[in-house]
């Protein structure tokens, strides 16, 4: 009986450990209640702040239901335990778009993956306003 007690303890104990393993992360983006469908999808690495490289390896596109699945394999190659390293997927929707002020066909937006992975979060809202758009030089 008090070996069990013990392995309930124990269990207990690493269940409140904010630390997990990733093989793979399924994410959904959104605009409101639009699914942002067919969305492209690049992976960026930042260091000290500034952009470093891109991730060639990766490149995808959201389903119709705005969903992607990050593989596990480009998970594991990504050093998260450097702590100058930020990692960020870029995609590009007409999310939040002023077509007046601006005569492109879509906002690019920079969704930090290590963000995500702290708040556990599955759901990306794009009109979220932690998700600022880029609209760069070329757009007023």
Not at 72 to 82: A, C, H, N, Y
Request: proline residues 2%; hydrophobic residues 35%.
């Amino acid at each position: 009986m008090t070996t069990l007690l013990q392995l309930f303890t124990l269990i207990i104990y690493f269940s409140n450990i904010s630390c997990f393993i990733i093989d793979s992360w399924n994410i959904a983006f959104t605009c409101g209640d639009r699914h942002v469908a067919k969305a492209d999808l690049r992976l960026y690495e930042y260091k000290d702040g500034g952009f470093h490289k891109e991730i060639s390896s990766f490149h995808g596109v959201t389903d119709i239901r705005g969903q992607y699945k990050l593989n596990g394999d480009i998970l594991k190659s990504l050093r998260f335990d450097t702590p100058s390293a930020e990692y960020r997927i870029m995609i590009k929707d007409m999310c939040g778009l002023d077509k007046i002020e601006c005569n492109l066909p879509h906002n690019r937006f920079e969704i930090s993956l290590n963000s995500l992975f702290s708040k556990r979060q599955h759901t990306v809202d794009l009109s979220h306003s932690d998700w600022e758009p880029f609209r760069g030089t070329h757009c007023s």
